[in-house]
C-alpha cells in the first residue's frame, strides 16, 4: 500500500508510521505486525510458522519423531488426554510464542503409554543435537499458566549450545561465546556435533568451577559479518568469540583445542581479555566544522562528558547521507563558535558502533548530552540547519551562540 497516496486512509486506521511497516492479517482480521526477518529466505521461514495450527498434533510415535526431526530447535510437547485446563493454556502459549518456537501435542492414548507423560508438557531436544552433555527431555514441572510455560520454555529451548539462526540469534543471552565453523546439519552432522560436543564438555568444566556462559555454535557463511566484528575472515576453519553484555567483542586468537579454549574462556572471565575495536586509522587533522569520529576516537570525542554532541553515523554509498552532508558541514560552520558543542560524523560502516546506539539505516542521527553519555538520544527532527540549531538551541548544556568562534588578530 502506498501510504502517501489513494492508501493515506488505510495506513492510518493501522497506525503505520514509519516505512516499511509490514502487517500479518488472518482470515481477514489485522493479527499483529510482522517483527520477522528482511531478506525473502526469512520472510518465507517466518510466514509458513503463521499459517495452520500454532501446534502440530501427532496421532502417532511416527509422526511425533519425524517433526523432532525436522529442526535443530527444541519443541515443546504437550501430552493430553483430555481437554484439561492444562491443555488450554499449552495452546495459549503456542499462539503467543508461534513466531518463533515449535509446539507440538497429542492425545494419543499409544504415544501417551509409550513417554509415560500425561496432562503434561515436556521439552524435547532435537535428535540431530543429542549430546551426553544434556538431557534430552525436560518435563515442565511449574504452575499451569501461560506465562509458567513460556517463561520455562524460552529458559531451556537452547540448551548449553544451541544452534544460532537468524530467527534466534536475539534470544542467547550474554555474555555468549560463538563458535563459527563449517556447522552444517544435513550434510555433514557428524562432523558439526564433533565440534559442539568438545564445545560443550569444556562448558561444562569451566561452569563446575564457577564461570557461567551462555554458548552457540553457528555457520559461518551464514554469519560472515560476526566474524568480521571479531577481526577474522571467513577463510578461517573456526573462529570464536564472545560477545558481552555491553558491546565488547573478545576474539579467541589460538586455533581450537580443547586446552587452548578452556583457557580462551578463563582469560576471559579474569578479566585478562582486550575487547576487539573495529576502527578506521584517526584522521591526521580534525580541524574542520564537522568532527570525524572512529572506534578508537569515540570515547575521547563522543564521550566527553564537556561536550554537548550531534553524531550522524553515516554509509559511504548511502544517497541520503550524501544529500545531508552540506547541511551538516553547515550547521558544524554555525555552531563553530561553542566550544561546548560538537558536531561529528563516523562510517558506521568500517567502526564499531558502541552498543547504546541503535543503527539500523543510514543516516542515524544521535544526541549525546554533556554529563549523560550513558543514555543518548535518537534525533527525529528536521533535516533542514535550522532544525538541528533549534534542537540543540533547546538541549545544550549551555546557552549556543551562532556563528564562528573570532581569531584571537580579530578580537
Not at 530447535?73 to 491443555?87: N, P, Q, R, Y
Not at 559442539?196 to 561452569?207: D, G, Q, T
Not at 550513558?374 to 556563528?403: A, C, H, N, T
Request: with cysteine.
Amino acid at each position: 500500500i502506498d501510504c502517501t497516496e489513494a492508501g493515506k486512509d488505510s495506513c492510518g486506521k493501522y497506525g503505520v508510521s514509519g516505512y516499511p511497516t509490514l502487517k500479518i492479517f488472518r482470515n481477514g482480521e489485522l493479527s499483529g505486525d510482522y517483527n520477522g526477518p528482511r531478506e525473502a529466505k526469512g520472510i518465507v521461514s517466518y510466514m509458513r510458522k503463521q499459517a495452520g495450527p500454532s501446534s502440530k498434533e501427532v496421532k502417532s510415535d511416527d509422526e511425533l519423531v519425524a517433526y523432532l526431526k525436522k529442526s535443530t530447535s527444541a519443541t515443546l510437547v504437550g501430552f493430553f488426554a483430555d481437554e484439561t485446563d492444562f491443555h488450554k493454556t499449552f495452546l495459549k502459549a503456542a499462539s503467543s510464542m508461534r513466531d518463533t518456537h515449535r509446539f507440538a501435542h497429542t492425545k494419543a492414548a499409544a504415544v501417551l503409554d509409550k513417554y509415560g507423560y500425561k496432562n503434561a508438557v515436556v521439552l524435547f531436544r532435537p535428535p540431530l543435537l543429542k549430546s551426553k552433555f544434556e538431557e534430552q527431555q525436560i518435563k515442565y514441572s511449574g504452575d499451569e499458566s501461560v506465562y509458567g510455560v513460556e517463561t520455562f520454555f524460552k529458559k531451556n529451548c537452547l540448551g548449553l549450545a544451541g544452534v544460532m539462526t537468524d530467527d534466534n540469534k536475539d534470544d542467547f543471552g550474554k555474555p555468549v561465546v560463538i563458535a563459527l565453523f563449517d556447522v552444517d546439519y544435513v550434510k555433514n552432522p557428524k562432523g558439526t556435533n564433533y565440534y559442539r560436543n568438545r564445545i560443550m564438555k569444556v562448558a561444562k568444566e569451566v561452569s563446575a568451577n564457577g564461570i557461567h556462559l551462555n554458548y552457540a555454535i553457528a555457520n559461518k557463511d551464514q554469519f560472515s559479518q560476526t566474524i568480521e566484528e571479531f577481526g577474522a575472515s571467513p577463510s578461517d576453519d573456526m573462529v570464536i568469540g564472545i560477545k558481552d553484555a555491553k558491546g565488547g567483542k573478545f576474539a579467541m586468537s589460538d586455533s581450537f583445542s580443547m586446552e587452548s579454549f578452556k583457557e580462551f574462556l578463563t582469560k576471559f572471565s579474569n578479566g585478562e581479555l582486550k575487547p576487539y575495536l573495529k576502527s578506521e586509522a584517526e584522521p591526521a587533522s580534525n580541524d574542520g566544522p564537522v568532527k570525524v569520529v572512529v572506534g578508537t576516537t569515540f570515547n575521547k570525542i563522543v564521550n566527553d562528558p564537556t561536550k554537548d554532541v550531534l553524531i550522524e553515523f553515516y554509509a559511504p554509498w548511502c544517497g541520503h547521507c550524501k544529500s545531508l552532508a552540506p547541511k551538516y558541514e553547515e550547521l558544524g560552520k554555525k555552531l563553530s563558535g561553542n566550544d561546548h558543542v560538537v558536531i561529528a560524523k563516523m562510517d558506521a560502516t568500517a567502526n564499531d558502533v558502541p552498543s547504546q546506539y541503535d543503527v539500523q539505516g543510514f543516516p542515524t542521527i544521535y544526541w549525546a548530552p554533556a554529563n549523560n553519555k550513558d543514555s543518548p538520544v535518537r534525533y527525529e527532527g528536521g533535516r533542514e540547519v535550522s532544525d538541528f540549531v533549534d534542537y540543540i538551541k533547546q538541549r545544550s548544556s549551555s546557552s549556543v551562540k551562532l556563528g564562528k568562534k573570532k581569531k584571537k588578530s580579530e578580537l
